[in-house]
C-alpha cells in the first residue's frame, strides 16, 4: 500500500477520533458468549454496541464528523441521510454540541426508531420521511444539502468511518489480547473500511470477515465488478444493512484492505436474532445479529469457516429492535430454517375433506397455521392456501409423499415468488 493510500491517510484520524469520542461514547462491554462459544468450538466475543446510549455504535461516526464542523458550519444545521441508527447517532451529537439536525429517513424505517431520533434530539431535530429505501432517502438528503446544510454521511467520509473504527480500539483494549478473527457486519462500508485501516496497520495479522445480508450484498457487487454499483432490487429487511451502493471512498479502503466477504440469507440473521433473544436475553435489531448469523454454528445456511480454537471478536452492532417485528423475525426464520412451508392444495369441495388432510398428511408434530380457500367455486375441487410448520424439517419429503398418496394436487409457494408475497 502506498505512503497516501486511502487506508492509511483513514489509519492516519483513528487515534485523534479516540480522544474526541472520550468520555462521549459508552464504554461498552466485550462479553465472552457461552452459547456461540459452544456452538462453534471456538472463543465468542461479542462487543455490545447495542449498550450505547443510542442502541447502536452510529453515535460514534456522527460525532466524530459534527465535532470538527466549523462554527459558520455548526450555525447552517447539518443534514443526513439515515435507516434509522445513524439518524440517532446524528441527534444525539446534534444535541450535545447544540446544533439544529434534519435527518431523513425511508418510510420503512420503523416506528420505534423514528421515535427515538425525535426523543434523543432533545427539540435540534427535522425528521423527514422520503423514499423506500435508505439510497431514496440520501438521494433527498443530499437535495437538502445542496440548499445550504452540512451533509454528515452514514459512511461516505473519512470523518465517519474514524469514528466508527474507535470501537475496535475499545474492544482490543478491554481484550487485553488481540483476536485470531473480526467479524462484522457489512452496509455502506463505512466501519469495515474504519475499522480495516486500523488493523491493517497495527494487526495486520487479524483476519477481517465482513458480513452482508444475502439481500443486499452491494460490497462483494462493488468487488465484482472493479467499482461501486447500485443494486437495483434489495431485500431491506436488514435496514441498518440494506444499501443499494457502497461509497466511493469505503470501497477503496475495503478494496485495499482485502477483506473477507461473506453473505447470509436474511432467514439466517432471523435465527440468530431469536437465539440471542431467547438464551441470551439480547435484543438485537436484524443488522445488529448479522455478523453473529455467519459464525459456523451448525445452523442452516451458509457459515464462514473459522478453525476449532480460535479467539473471535464479532461486533453486535445495535438493539434497536422494534417488538412489532418479531413475527415477522420468527415466520423468516422458520422458513429459512425448512420448519414452515406454505402450499396450494386443490381441495375436493366436500364435507370431511379438510379433516381427511389432517388425519392423512400430518405427522404428529406437524400443525397448520394458516388456512384459507383462494377461490370458492361450483367444481368440485378448490385449492386452497395451507401453511404447515413441520416438527422436524427433515420429514418434509414424507409430508409430500403422504399429499400424494391421499390424491391432493399440491404446489408449494415459493418464499421469494411474487405469488407468495401477494398471498401471505
Excluded at 422520503?130 to 467520509?157: C, I, M, T, W
Excluded at 392423512?360 to 378448490?382: C, H, M, Q, W
Amino acid at each position: 500500500m502506498g505512503p497516501m493510500s486511502a487506508l492509511t491517510d483513514l489509519a492516519a484520524q483513528i487515534p485523534a477520533a479516540v480522544d474526541r469520542l472520550a468520555g462521549i461514547a459508552g464504554r461498552t462491554p466485550v462479553q465472552l458468549n457461552a452459547r456461540l462459544s459452544r456452538a462453534t468450538g471456538s472463543e465468542i466475543w461479542l462487543k455490545r454496541e447495542d449498550l450505547q446510549p443510542v442502541r447502536s455504535y452510529k453515535l460514534r461516526g456522527a460525532y466524530n464528523l459534527m465535532a470538527q464542523l466549523s462554527d459558520d458550519e455548526k450555525r447552517a444545521g447539518v443534514v443526513c441521510a439515515s435507516a434509522g441508527n445513524h439518524g440517532q447517532g446524528v441527534a444525539f451529537s446534534a444535541a450535545a454540541l447544540g446544533i439544529q439536525a434534519t435527518v431523513v429517513v425511508p418510510h420503512t424505517t420503523p416506528r420505534q426508531k423514528r421515535q427515538r431520533i425525535l426523543e434523543i434530539g432533545h427539540g435540534h431535530i427535522d425528521l423527514v420521511l422520503h423514499g423506500a429505501s435508505y439510497d431514496d432517502a440520501s438521494d433527498e438528503a443530499a437535495r437538502l444539502a445542496a440548499q445550504g446544510k452540512v451533509l454528515v454521511p452514514a459512511f461516505n467520509d473519512e470523518r465517519t468511518a474514524a469514528g466508527q473504527a474507535t470501537l475496535l480500539v475499545e474492544a482490543f483494549e478491554q481484550l487485553g489480547f488481540v483476536p485470531d478473527v473480526v467479524v462484522l457486519p457489512v452496509g455502506g462500508g463505512g466501519l469495515i473500511a474504519g475499522a480495516a485501516a486500523w488493523l491493517r496497520t497495527a494487526h495486520p495479522e487479524v483476519r477481517i470477515i465482513g458480513v452482508e445480508p444475502e439481500g443486499a450484498p452491494c460490497v462483494a457487487a462493488a468487488i465484482s465488478a472493479g467499482r461501486p454499483v447500485v443494486l437495483h432490487d434489495i431485500d431491506t429487511f436488514v435496514d441498518g444493512a440494506a444499501v443499494k451502493r457502497v461509497g466511493d471512498f469505503t470501497f477503496e479502503v475495503i478494496r485495499e484492505a482485502r477483506v473477507e466477504l461473506v453473505r447470509v440469507p436474511e432467514g439466517q440473521v432471523c435465527s440468530e436474532m431469536l437465539d440471542l433473544y431467547q438464551t441470551d436475553g439480547i435484543i438485537a435489531e436484524p443488522a445488529g445479529a448479522l455478523a453473529a448469523a455467519a459464525l459456523p454454528t451448525g445452523g442452516v445456511g451458509p457459515r464462514v469457516q473459522i478453525p476449532t480454537g480460535s479467539r473471535v471478536l464479532v461486533l453486535l452492532s445495535g438493539g434497536n429492535n422494534d417488538v412489532s417485528r418479531y413475527a415477522e423475525v420468527v415466520e423468516r426464520s422458520l422458513i429459512h430454517e425448512g420448519r414452515k412451508r406454505y402450499f396450494l392444495v386443490d381441495f375436493p369441495q366436500q364435507p370431511g375433506a379438510l379433516r381427511m388432510f389432517l388425519d392423512s398428511v400430518l405427522g404428529p408434530e406437524d400443525d397448520i397455521t394458516y388456512f384459507e380457500y383462494v377461490k370458492r367455486n361450483n367444481k368440485e375441487t378448490g385449492p386452497a392456501l395451507v401453511g404447515v410448520e413441520l416438527g422436524n424439517p427433515g420429514d418434509y419429503p414424507f409430508l409430500l409423499r403422504r399429499i400424494d398418496e391421499c390424491g391432493m394436487t399440491a404446489q408449494e409457494v415459493a418464499y421469494d415468488s411474487p405469488f407468495f408475497q401477494f398471498l401471505v
